[in-house]
């Protein structure tokens, strides 16, 4: 399979606290992909890091990227019960028309 | 902004019936491209475009079809569906260089084959 790893495959936490969800991928890429998916409906970019970024902000999120161990990281801060869904990453290494994702973590978020 | 719409929604197909799932962008998006998803699992690339007329393969290609004859449709065939093509498709559009190479992606087609 092409498909990139994520891990954990799911995640059960309660709001306020922070969630990370890790993605590794195979080979040498131009940038990286979060999208997030509520249950039942398409996908929703929410952050894209280049290669030559090692961290990035948005809002309460923070992604980093370690190139030489190809992988990421999704943070979460402060989560609450309206993040719960899946979140994917996504990787060019196939070229940027081919994204290839990762099989994706499932969030939780009790109140 | 109507961005990525697909139609139909919902399917239900018998073994062998043929449909085509509509899709299109008003965003005049170079990129548009396929992807089924099956339970548990990211999504996989099944063909894609990179401006009308252009079409390839991606991962799992067998069984489908597509044609791209203007920048706004890029509509996938199934000529003979069968059970393990029972997923959901999404259809995404993108244009390079644009807002960071952000893909936009349609609300999904649930496909059913019995």
């Known amino acids: 399979s092409q498909q990139g790893e994520e891990d954990p495959q799911a995640l059960s936490i309660q709001e306020g606290e922070n969630a990370t969800m890790n993605c590794s991928y195979k080979?040498?890429?131009?940038?990286l992909q979060w999208y997030r998916q509520n249950s039942g409906r398409g996908l929703v970019h929410l952050i894209l890091?280049?290669?030559?970024?090692r961290e990035k902000h948005s809002g309460r999120l923070r992604v980093t990227l370690d190139t030489s161990k190809k992988s990421s990281s999704l943070l979460i801060t402060a989560s609450r019960a309206a993040d719960t869904a899946s979140y994917f990453c996504?990787?060019?290494?196939?070229?940027?028309?081919?994204?290839?994702f990762g099989t994706g973590t499932r969030l939780l978020v009790s109140p | 902004n109507a961005g990525v719409t697909q139609t139909p929604k919902f399917q239900v197909l018998k073994t062998g019936q043929s449909m085509t799932l509509q899709c299109a962008q008003d965003?005049?998006?170079?990129?548009m491209s396929w992807y089924r998803q099956d339970p548990g699992m990211g999504l996989r690339l099944i063909h894609y475009?990179?401006?009308?007329?252009?079409?390839d393969q991606g991962e799992v290609p067998n069984g489908y079809n597509v044609s791209r004859s203007t920048t706004e449709d890029f509509p996938l065939r199934l000529l003979s569906a069968a059970p393990s093509q029972t997923s959901v498709y999404f259809c995404?559009?993108?244009?390079?260089?644009?807002?960071?190479?952000?893909?936009?992606f349609g609300e999904g087609s649930w496909l059913t084959v019995v």
């Open positions: 995404a559009s993108s244009a390079p260089g644009q807002a960071g190479n952000t893909i936009y």
């Open positions: 080979t040498s890429i131009n940038n």
């Open positions: 890091i280049r290669s030559n970024e």
């Open positions: 996504a990787t060019d290494e196939e070229g940027f028309q081919k994204l290839v």
């Open positions: 965003m005049n998006h170079e990129y």
């Open positions: 475009s990179v401006g009308a007329g252009i079409t």
